[in-house]
């Protein structure tokens, strides 16, 4: 069993939550870029969540959840003291940070959990990080003292302005790059079409661009097929190839008509029978 230590919102909306894990081993192990997955009980689903955070001394991962399916909407009923059934990893390549001297780390909404850890690592590892994080408004802003603490600079972008700048995260990157800052890489979390358009961004300028593909993966085993994509005309999978891509070879259109496929069952899965409380829960 894997207990939980702590739990907290990370915005005013309570739309994203942390939770710190004790599980010494993979604590041991991981390094930024990577995943866990996890089960809440012997009955559960496999989710993969990325490795926000960790502490090899202590023996606790951090993982940062939105809840929207059907499990992430049970985890958020659990509490300190609570425990997991299982939580394995760390799994997935890590992060390529070899040879990197300025980068820019362009997250989206939650994806600002995945991009976080990298951008942190990079920090860590003695790169130069500018870090462009875009939400939809205020009150969903999420690590922002974080980011700041570990990026060079930290722009944060919101589509009606009400906090930081009015712009789209893909539309402060290209100031930045017109403005002189020279990159060695981007690295891009987020919303398919945000990942998309920001890769359109940085072709033009020849800028290596890598985008981190865990929003796609379902089970992480390889065995399901959920999260194959095409990269460069060859057939990969997010979680045994990845989770981290080519941005500029990956085909975005096949990746986002296959992610609508399922919207169906999301919804429907919002609707079932709770095993922690006993009740039905309803979106």
Wanted: with cysteine; hydrophobic share 35%.
């Amino acid at each position: 069993m894997f207990p939980i230590v702590s739990k907290r919102p990370l915005n005013e909306a309570g739309t994203v939550l942390e939770y710190v894990i004790q599980a010494p081993l993979v604590a041991k192990k991981c390094l930024p870029g990577q995943f866990i997955v996890l089960r809440l009980d012997e009955h559960g689903e496999r989710v993969p969540l990325t490795i926000a955070d960790y502490d090899r001394q202590a023996g606790t991962v951090t993982i940062m959840v939105q809840p929207v399916g059907q499990t992430t909407r049970m985890l958020e009923l659990m509490e300190p003291g609570d425990a997991l059934a299982d939580f394995v990893g760390p799994m997935g390549k890590p992060t390529e940070m070899e040879g990197l001297k300025r980068v820019c780390v362009v997250g989206g909404g939650v994806g600002c959990a995945i991009g976080y850890p990298v951008a942190k690592g990079m920090w860590e590892h003695g790169i130069e990080v500018d870090m462009v994080a875009g939400f939809r408004s205020k009150d969903i802003v999420i690590l922002e003292k974080e980011m700041r603490e570990h990026t060079t600079n930290l722009y944060i972008c919101t589509d009606d302005g009400s906090y930081g700048e009015k712009c789209f995260g893909n539309a402060k990157l290209e100031q930045l790059i017109k403005e002189g800052r020279q990159y060695d890489e981007v690295f891009i979390i987020g919303p398919l079409k945000m990942m998309k358009f920001t890769s359109l961004t940085t072709k033009p300028y020849g800028i290596k661009t890598i985008a981190s593909l865990c929003p796609i993966m379902i089970d992480a085993s390889g065995m399901c097929g959920g999260c194959r994509l095409t990269v460069d005309g060859e057939t990969k999978f997010a979680c045994v190839d990845g989770p981290e891509f080519d941005a500029h070879k990956v085909d975005w259109d096949e990746i986002i008509a296959r992610n609508a496929f399922y919207a169906g069952e999301e919804e429907e899965g919002k609707k079932h029978i709770c095993r922690i409380t006993g009740g039905v829960r309803n979106g």
